[in-house]
């Protein structure tokens, strides 16, 4: 009788899923104090601290870069339905799920209740797709291993196995997943200022999706995303708004009518300081009916017309040094095809040859802003390299 009872419950909720209010995306409040990194610390408080009155700052900025600087940061919100709560003798009957990098395995939909109401849900953590020895400098475009490249990244994914990277790292999971910066900032002011600038300015941040990176000034005061200098971002263009922001009752930034092509031209806004940018392009053209032929000539013009737009972004951004812009393989194929006369290196072999595309911004474009203060004149234009797969190999030739 009870398992019947749930089973109504359910059918209730589910039929009335459409018409209850999610909660609006949480957000910074209008009025804020004063910034901590503006107030200057207390002497009397570090007047004991032999870290921060032996050490010159340049030093405390080395351990504190070593603790949880130079490293790749997820950042991730989604509404999501509360955990299962099971009792004792439930926990015994139902199967674990392999338990995932930081915690991944948590946001299965099998372990999730969705008889609660769904709520907004932070996740965050160091990215463990690359091997530990992976230089965190820029690797030359192209040239490393594919499944290291940021539009495969899987780190989030709670439907893979546990993945093998992980356990190369060293410490002991979950805490070795995380970054763990909160204690340190809470100790004193001087802590804090010294500590948040290592947080921002040293780590690159690996972005979900493209309406997360539209509303970061909603999420992060703007001292900090001015701090940012390095991103990875990726950005369906062709699917209907995120479900995640679908139902936000005040969409304050517009996203359920904008296109999310239009969507590129806030980010100097969003991301003033930006030095190094990976933007990974998904779903270029899968709405697209009839779907053009791969390696055709308007296949590559539509692409083109996504470039264009890509190009007015990057000439606005006036801190940007390197930007890599990521396509489908079936995109980057076709280019490759018009523009070497060759398809691409299917196979990848130990003798790699580096897949990548140089692309000139043109001098002068429609959706260049007129302004010439705002134009950055230091890059004249941009890596293209493969991203995500979306189609299959072609097959391997007979033996003759």
Request: glycine share 4%; hydrophobic share 35%; charged share 25%.
């Amino acid at each position: 009788m009870e398992r019947f009872r749930g089973y109504l419950e359910r059918l209730t909720l589910n039929g009335r899923s459409k018409e209850r209010k999610l909660p609006a995306m949480p957000s910074l409040p209008d009025d804020r104090p004063q910034p901590l990194a503006a107030i200057s610390p207390l002497p009397t408080a570090t007047a004991n601290s032999k870290f921060f009155k032996s050490l010159p700052s340049e030093i405390r900025r080395r351990i504190l870069i070593e603790a949880f600087g130079e490293r790749i940061l997820h950042l991730d919100l989604r509404l999501e339905h509360p955990l299962k709560k099971y009792s004792k003798k439930d926990r015994e009957l139902v199967k674990p799920r392999p338990e995932r990098h930081a915690n991944a395995h948590l946001f299965h939909p099998s372990l999730r209740d969705t008889t609660k109401a769904q709520e907004w849900t932070w996740w965050s953590c160091v990215c463990h797709s690359r091997f530990p020895n992976w230089n965190f400098n820029q690797d030359p475009p192209g040239v490393k291993i594919f499944g290291e490249e940021p539009a495969k990244d899987g780190c989030r994914d709670p439907f893979m196995l546990p993945r093998c990277l992980c356990v190369l790292y060293p410490g002991h999971a979950p805490a070795k997943c995380f970054i763990g910066v909160q204690g340190w900032l809470l100790v004193c002011r001087q802590a804090y200022i010294e500590g948040v600038d290592v947080l921002y300015s040293t780590n690159r941040f690996h972005i979900a999706y493209a309406e997360l990176a539209i509303c970061l000034p909603r999420l992060l005061p703007m001292q900090h995303l001015s701090a940012i200098t390095a991103a990875e971002l990726s950005w369906n263009l062709t699917l209907p708004p995120s479900e995640y922001f679908r139902w936000d009752a005040d969409d304050k930034d517009g996203l359920q009518s904008c296109d999310r092509l239009a969507l590129l031209a806030r980010l100097p806004q969003i991301l003033p300081n930006l030095r190094y940018l990976y933007l990974s392009l998904q779903d270029v053209l899968r709405m697209r009916q009839p779907m053009l032929a791969i390696g055709g000539h308007e296949m590559y013009e539509e692409i083109e017309e996504v470039l264009r737009k890509v190009d007015a972004m990057i000439v606005r951004m006036s801190q940007l040094q390197e930007c890599r812009v990521a396509l489908p393989l079936s995109l980057y194929s076709t280019r490759k095809l018009v523009e070497k006369g060759r398809d691409i290196d299917w196979r990848r072999g130990t003798d790699l040859d580096p897949e990548t595309l140089w692309r000139n911004i043109p001098t002068s474009t429609s959706d260049a802003p007129t302004d010439l203060t705002t134009v950055n004149q230091s890059i004249n234009g941009y890596w293209i390299v493969h991203g995500v797969e979306d189609m299959y190999p072609p097959p391997l030739p007979e033996a003759v």
